[in-house]
């Protein structure tokens, strides 16, 4: 059984790509069960978010299974393959088990560090779980991913400060604030920008989104989106108001909102304090606001600077971390290729033999006078038992070869006897927490 | 003198905690804060020893002179500080605090430390309350100066948008500002209370409750600053940047009404030739 992943991401697809070929949760299931109906794919996982759509499967024959998976995506969502197929990678083996380990480690993330993703590949196992798609080979996995994981942002410093234009933000705004909870943001503009950023400010605990807008139909869905509050253009004033963090992106020519009237409208604040994020090109916001006591007004230059400045920090961190993902490759990969059924089978028959021969020296120390000939029926005795004793399930591991119970045989066999190779010291998840929700 | 050894000890403990703070701020390590913090809890054990025993040895309330005040003024500012550290999640705090104190315990250190008798003004029933009053309340304004020193940095650092080593290590400004405001309304009641009680004291001593005296005059002038700054925070809504300058100018003011006067000026509070 070899492992495969077949995906793309924020590096490989634009935008409009990765929507399309995105999973919506509720649909999530269908496609799960309707990935399992293909006869190559023997166990299969489904990721998907904003910045990655990725299958993962156990199967038996790589080749044909990830040309079966590219199919699937491009029938799924009725696009044709060739839109979408240089935006595609796979990857088999410890390559897919490598890549696995780094998404959920947010080593491939958009903003590496961010602790989003494990979430959401934990909920995307979860689900091949309740629709009974994952099996050994991923279930085994994706613990590994999340023991990885877990190590990664406990042995570095890579989640300590998260390096995205919208992390920056957030790490800027709880310089101010202390916390997010309970604050309130202002969207200006309903476009894909505010609405990003408005996502990772929720995300991070903001409680409250007003959304205002020239077109104020289009203020009003955004608002919905959030279970937020649409106020018109021109009441802008009430807004600023009230919030503490103000997001403007629109494409409005000249600032929307200047120093004098901030001014007056940090009075009627009682000086409490307010963040302005001007992600416009031009300006929404003048910059002299900037200077007014208590305002705190940071545009998408100066968010990307901080973010630069951040990644330099941390190429160590990143290092650091990808050794620690490699090493559980390889360890995982260990584990892997011990379960094939003729390694195995010679493995427990080493194990047997040991004992027998150890066994029966000690017979033959306590008999001194037996003559050579009782020796030899000795010896003979007791290959026949463990011949005997090992030929039933040696048959059955070799007929199972092609189905999936043959996994499943072999690693229980690996454990109940410790069989080297197996590592299972390495792989003891009784003590790791991840275990009880597994549902296996 | 079993004070002046414990009060030693305290002194040597605070130093090593400022060290341990200081290597904290530089390698950001969670257990050398811890460290730092447990180095300075037993020196202020030990500098409580010595209060103790001082007061056994002299048989009255040890703080009636400069030694004797700064000893007890510097035990406030970190008693003070541990009772901050344990509810708010400041742990930079002490790295600005304990250092303070140890300037404190260094001058102390300097200054004849013998107990003598006690002057006959400072034998009164409201004398102890006056000092514990005045000396608790310019604690906590030494906590408000500190998180207003690392309020205008960090607003420094915010507003000229540099995310770097120092704002990580400092608090995000709203708690600083949070501290600024807590530290004003228990330290202001306790100025408070200790011009009350000086002035009490001052009746019973020399037969009036006010007299204009330059140390007099001056925690008058401390109070209205610290009373301006409070109506300014309830009313208009100073806060922030204002709010930090000023706990920084009263806590100058209060340095001072403590030290400056006995220095330069000359009055009742002057009771020994140090």
Known sequence: ?440 | MMNIYFFKLASFLYLFGSFAYLVYIIFLKENLSKLALTIVSIGFASHTLALITRYAEAGHTPVTNLHESLSFFAWMIIGVLLIVNSKYKVKILGAFITPIALILMLFALALPKEILPLAPVLRSFWHPFHVVFAFLGNAIFALAFCSGVMYLIQENQLKSKKMGAITKRLPPLKVLDDLNYQSLKFGFPLLTLGIITGAVWANYAWGRYWDWDPKETWSLITWLLYAALLHQRLTVGWRGRKAAIMAIVGFLAVLFTFLGVNLVLSGLHAYSNW
Not at chain 1, 173 to 200: D, N, P, Q
């Open chain 1, 1 to 440: 059984m070899e492992l495969i992943v077949v995906g793309l991401n924020h590096n490989t697809a634009p935008i409009h790509i990765r929507e399309c070929l995105a999973f919506p949760e509720n649909k999530m299931e269908d496609a799960l069960r309707k990935v399992h109906t293909i006869p190559s794919v023997k166990e299969n996982m489904i990721v998907s978010t904003c910045n990655r759509v990725e299958v993962y499967a156990a199967t038996r024959q790589t080749d044909k299974a990830i040309l079966d998976l590219k199919h699937f995506l491009s029938q799924y969502h009725g696009l044709p393959l060739k839109e979408f197929e240089k935006s595609l990678y796979s990857f088999m083996g410890e390559e897919a088990v490598k890549h696995i380990f780094r998404v959920a480690s947010s080593l491939d993330s958009m903003v590496k560090g961010e602790a989003q993703i494990l979430g959401q590949i934990k909920s995307a196992y979860e689900m091949a779980v309740e629709s009974k798609t994952s099996g050994l080979i991923l279930h085994r996995l994706l613990h590994r991913a999340f023991h990885v994981a877990k190590r990664v942002r406990t042995e570095t410093k890579i989640g300590d400060s998260a390096v995205s234009v919208s992390s920056v933000a957030v790490e800027v705004a709880e310089k101010i604030f202390g916390t997010l909870e309970k604050k309130t943001v202002l969207l200006i503009g309903a476009g894909e920008m505010c609405e990003l950023a408005a996502r990772h400010l929720v995300s991070r605990g903001v409680e409250k989104v007003l959304v205002t807008n020239r077109t104020y139909d289009r203020a009003v869905s955004l608002a919905q989106e959030f279970k937020g509050e649409a106020i018109p253009f021109d009441e802008m004033n009430q807004g600023l108001r009230k919030v503490d963090i103000v997001i403007s992106a629109t494409d409005s020519p000249q600032y929307l909102i200047w120093h004098d009237q901030m001014a007056k409208v940090i009075k009627d604040r009682k000086q409490k304090p307010i963040f302005f994020i001007d992600i416009a090109n031009p300006r929404d916001i003048e910059p002299r606001v900037g200077e007014i006591e208590n305002v705190y007004l940071y545009n998408i230059e100066n968010l990307k600077k901080v973010a630069d400045e951040n990644i330099k920090d941390r190429g160590k961190e990143a290092q650091k971390a990808e050794a620690i993902v490699q090493d559980e490759v390889i360890k995982f990969v260990n584990w892997y290729h011990s379960l094939e059924v003729t390694p195995t089978i010679v493995a427990l028959r080493n194990k047997f033999e040991e004992i027998r021969k150890k066994e029966l020296e000690k017979t033959l120390s306590l008999h001194p006078n037996l003559s050579d000939k009782e020796k030899k029926s000795l010896e003979a005795l007791t290959s026949a038992i463990i011949n005997k004793i090992l030929h039933t399930p040696s048959a059955l591991l070799k007929q199972s070869n092609e189905e999936a119970m043959a996994d499943l045989y072999l690693d229980t066999l690996r454990t109940l006897f410790q069989l080297p190779e197996a590592s299972p010291e390495s792989f003891d998840e009784t003590k790791e927490k991840e275990n009880g929700d597994a549902g296996i």
